[in-house]
C-alpha cells in the first residue's frame, strides 16, 4: 500500500548532495537563504548565520518553541529544495 | 514524543549548539538511537547542517541583521493580524450563510403566515387522495367505495 504522509514523501525527495554543499561560496549560500519564505527565513537565517540555539530563537523572535522548531524544519527542507533546483541547474 | 516531534527536534538539532540539559532533545535523540529512520535523517541533517554552516563561518553577519530581521519578523506578524480582521467579511463564506439565512428567516414568515389560515374543509381530504394517487396508494377502503359510488351517481 502506497503511504502519502508528508514525512514519507519529503524522506523520498531526492536530496542535495553534500558534494554541491560543499562547492557553494558564501555569496550562494546567502542567496540561497534569500531565497526562503520570508516566514522560515528569520529563524533559519538565526541558526546558520548567527549560530544560535533553537530556545534562543524562540527567545529572540518572541515565539513559542514549538512554532520555532517547526519553522526551522521547514525552512531547511525548503532550502534544500532550491539548492537541489540550483543543483539541476533549473530557475528558481 | 511521538515521531513527527522526534524529526522536528532532530532538524532543529546541531551537535556543536547542543545543550546537554535539554529533556527533548535528549529523548530525540534516544529515539533516533532506536529507530533507523530517524538515525538516517538525524546524520544527513548533521550533514547538511555542518557543511553549510561551515560555508557560512567566515561571512561576519552584517551589522543589524538581528534587528531588521525583528523588525521583519514584526511586520509579517502584523500583516497576519490585519488580514485576519479584514477577511472574514470578504469570505464567499460569509456572504453565502448571510444568503441561507434570510431565505431561512423569509420561509419561516411565509410559513407562519400560512399555518395561521387553515385550509378550507375538503381540501384536506383532496390533497390527501392527491398525494395517495402520486404514491400509488389507494384510499381507505371505505373513502373509496364512497368515492366509487359517488362517480357512479
Known amino acids: 500500500m502506497i503511504s502519502y504522509e508528508p514525512e514519507l514523501l519529503e524522506s523520498e525527495m531526492p536530496a542535495v548532495t553534500p558534494d554541491y554543499v560543499t562547492s557553494l561560496d558564501a555569496a550562494e549560500a546567502v542567496k540561497a537563504l534569500a531565497e526562503v519564505d520570508e516566514i522560515y527565513r528569520p529563524p533559519i537565517t538565526l541558526f546558520y548565520l548567527k549560530d544560535l540555539y533553537y530556545k534562543e530563537i524562540a527567545a529572540a523572535l518572541e515565539l513559542p518553541i514549538g512554532t520555532v522548531m517547526s519553522r526551522l524544519s521547514r525552512g531547511k527542507a525548503q532550502l534544500k529544495e532550491i539548492l537541489l533546483r540550483k543543483e539541476k541547474g533549473l530557475k528558481v | ?153
Open chain 2, 1 to 153: 514524543m511521538d515521531k513527527k516531534e522526534a524529526r522536528e527536534i532532530l532538524r532543529a538539532y546541531r551537535a556543536d549548539l547542543f545543550e546537554i540539559d535539554d529533556p527533548d532533545i535528549t529523548e530525540a535523540l534516544r529515539m533516533a538511537a532506536e529507530d533507523p529512520q530517524l538515525q538516517a535523517l538525524l546524520k544527513e541533517e548533521q550533514a547538511f547542517d555542518r557543511a553549510f554552516s561551515d560555508i557560512l563561518k567566515d561571512i561576519e553577519p552584517p551589522d543589524g541583521l538581528m534587528e531588521r530581521i525583528l523588525s521583519g519578523v514584526r511586520a509579517i506578524a502584523e500583516s497576519q493580524i490585519r488580514d485576519a480582521k479584514i477577511v472574514w467579511w470578504r469570505h464567499p463564506g460569509t456572504w453565502a450563510a448571510a444568503a441561507c439565512l434570510t431565505a431561512l428567516l423569509v420561509v419561516a414568515a411565509v410559513f407562519k403566515q400560512n399555518k395561521s389560515l387553515p385550509p378550507p374543509v375538503g381540501e384536506l381530504d383532496l390533497l390527501d387522495s392527491f398525494a395517495r394517487a402520486a404514491a400509488g396508494i389507494r384510499p381507505p377502503f371505505g373513502l373509496w367505495i364512497s368515492e366509487t359510488t359517488k362517480s357512479m351517481t
